[in-house]
């Protein structure tokens, strides 16, 4: 009998330890993003490109579905609708075409004759920088790496972005970027930003960011919302910030009409010299906590 009794708990104690072990293994498990089935909900953040302080929003959805052809290679279909209970593929346009390679790299194309771009890298690691295909506007690391659980109590791979000058980021391995699926480091050069709400795959809600209540957020106006004064505009040598709501900045960039960083400057800047930049239209970017605010300068010679 007490033979009996060890053997029992020698062979719990085994299979507790071999379900320990498989947990452990499941994270490294990969979960592929582009599959069939899955959708994304996002948050659309738009502002006139005056720099008026009014933000309108609303919801989009992005849906995987079928495949095609672009030089011999394969893409998936992403259709996209701003409708909620939209009926597909009434209410529906394709918006762009996505693959995965062998590497854990997303690659788009915005048209199939147009150029392919990579949109993440999920083969990185901790210290690693972001390729150039990715990000050219500098050094952006992989800061962190931690396991989540999603919504249906999977544990997934996040990836943690540093970029002092932008709103933090993180990739969800098989979801995409917190900004969007494909809004990495992004956000509109004319003003406004990004949020994902949500992801399913067949139907299974994996992803709900908690700062919202639901999956689809109706129009509504933010009146008031930015308070950046910059003067003079049009300016030809120096440009002056007032920041008269004390508003939380992570940094100012400068930003030309096809979306290049030109300059960033700290976060307490008052002041800008553009005496050494040509003239032509420009945008002052405001990176917050919250979103990115963007208003438009012309600066004259």
Same mark, same amino acid.
């Given at each position: 009998m007490k033979n009996f009794t060890r053997i029992t708990i020698f062979h719990i104690v085994l299979i507790l330890g071999i379900f320990t072990a498989n947990a452990q293994n499941n994270t490294d498990d990969y979960y592929p993003l582009v599959e069939e089935g899955k959708v994304w909900s996002e948050l659309v953040f738009t502002s006139d490109p005056s720099g008026l302080p009014n933000y309108d929003y609303y919801t989009v959805y992005y849906k995987i579905y079928g495949d095609t052809i672009a030089n011999d290679i394969y893409y998936k279909k992403i259709y996209?609708?701003?409708?909620?209970?939209a009926i597909f593929p009434d209410d529906w346009v394709i918006d762009f075409y996505i693959r995965e390679?062998?590497?854990k790299q997303i690659l788009y194309k915005r048209s199939l004759s147009g150029w392919e771009r990579m949109l993440y890298d999920f083969s990185l690691e901790v210290g690693d920088i972001l390729p150039e295909e990715i990000y050219e506007g500098g050094d952006i690391i992989i800061e962190s790496i931690t396991y989540e659980l999603m919504e249906n109590g999977e544990e997934r791979k996040v990836f943690w972005l540093s970029d002092y000058c932008h709103v933090p980021e993180f990739w969800i391995e098989g979801v995409? !970027?917190?900004?969007?699926?494909?809004k990495t480091l992004g956000g509109f050069i004319t003003g406004g930003s990004y949020k994902l709400l949500c992801h399913w795959q067949n139907e299974t809600l994996l992803?709900?960011? !908690?700062s919202y209540e639901t999956c689809f957020e109706s129009s509504l106006l933010i009146e008031n919302y930015s308070k950046f004064n910059i003067y003079p505009n049009p300016v030809k040598d120096i440009l002056h910030i007032q920041n008269t709501d004390n508003s939380d900045i992570n940094c100012i960039s400068l930003i030309n009409i096809n979306g290049q960083v030109i300059e960033q400057y700290q976060p307490k800047t008052t002041q800008i010299n553009i005496s050494n930049i040509k003239e032509g239209i420009y945008f002052i970017r405001f990176s917050t906590k919250e979103r990115d605010i963007i208003q438009k300068i012309v600066i004259e010679k």
């Open positions: 996209r609708t701003a409708r909620e209970n390679n062998d590497n995409g !970027s917190s900004f969007g699926l494909e992803y709900h960011n !908690s």
